[in-house]
């Protein structure tokens, strides 16, 4: 099956301070990336839509100055979380769809704020 | 928006038997529907999906059935082994934006 990368798996990181998590298909292009977060014992809220080549799309809620997302390639797009705060530890998780429209999940990335 | 649910949050089953996770969903303008399988600390598994245009469809060991009367959904697993144990998703969403709705989970506890 299709593999999604996710770099780093985790970090931890000051308040106030910027992190860049990085999503790649490693074995195929992917138009579209999605970008998801999961707090301890809930279900993945969708945060974004990446479009190689264009803006991301965002879901009502989600603030596109603090999670700018950016689209670089077929096979990477990233999410960096600007001026982290505590409130922002959580579970990030990306996916990319396939030419079957499938959606593939990359391990996820755990984000601490101290 | 609309969202996917669950009907039991938990199942707990024997080793060897059939499992039977079971998804409401509420957006009629749905057409695509995944099942994915969550281990602690790691990222969805894809299982099994369906489309709309059908009401069944099965892999190994698994059968995804669909009825869209209702708005349901089942994830049916046979001869449920250890290595099943996990959050199970399922999630809804349309050809035309590809974005998907995640329901509650379902964590699944296989006993030895």
């Known amino acids: 099956g299709a593999v999604v990368s996710q770099h780093p798996s985790w970090v931890i990181c000051k308040s106030g301070t910027s992190v860049k998590i990085e999503c790649r298909s490693l074995?195929?292009?992917?138009?579209?990336m999605f970008w998801y977060r999961q707090f301890p014992k809930q279900s993945l809220m969708l945060m974004a839509t990446s479009n190689e080549g264009s803006k991301a799309t965002y879901e009502q809620g989600v603030e596109k100055d603090k999670f700018l997302i950016n689209h670089a390639s077929l096979t990477l797009s990233t999410l960096t979380v600007t001026s982290a705060h505590p409130e922002d530890s959580s579970f990030y998780i990306c996916?990319?769809?396939?030419?079957?429209?499938?959606?593939?999940f990359g391990p996820g990335t755990r984000l601490t704020v101290l | 928006g609309e969202s996917v649910g669950l009907h039991l949050p938990t199942l707990s089953v024997q080793e060897g038997d059939n499992s039977i996770i079971n998804c409401a969903y509420s957006?009629?303008?749905?057409?695509?529907f995944i099942w994915y399988k969550q281990e602690s600390g790691k990222g969805p598994q894809f299982i099994i999906d369906i489309r709309s245009n059908m009401d069944k469809r099965q892999g190994q060991r698994v059968t995804v059935l669909l009825n869209k009367t209702v708005k349901h959904l089942s994830l049916q697993i046979a001869a449920t082994q250890p290595g099943d144990s996990a959050v199970y998703f399922c999630a809804e969403g349309g050809s035309n934006d590809y974005k998907l709705s995640f329901g509650a989970g379902t964590t699944v506890t296989v006993r030895a």
């Open positions: 957006n009629s303008a749905s057409d695509y």
């Open positions: 074995d195929f292009q992917a138009t579209t």
């Open positions: 996916s990319a769809r396939d030419f079957t429209d499938t959606q593939y």
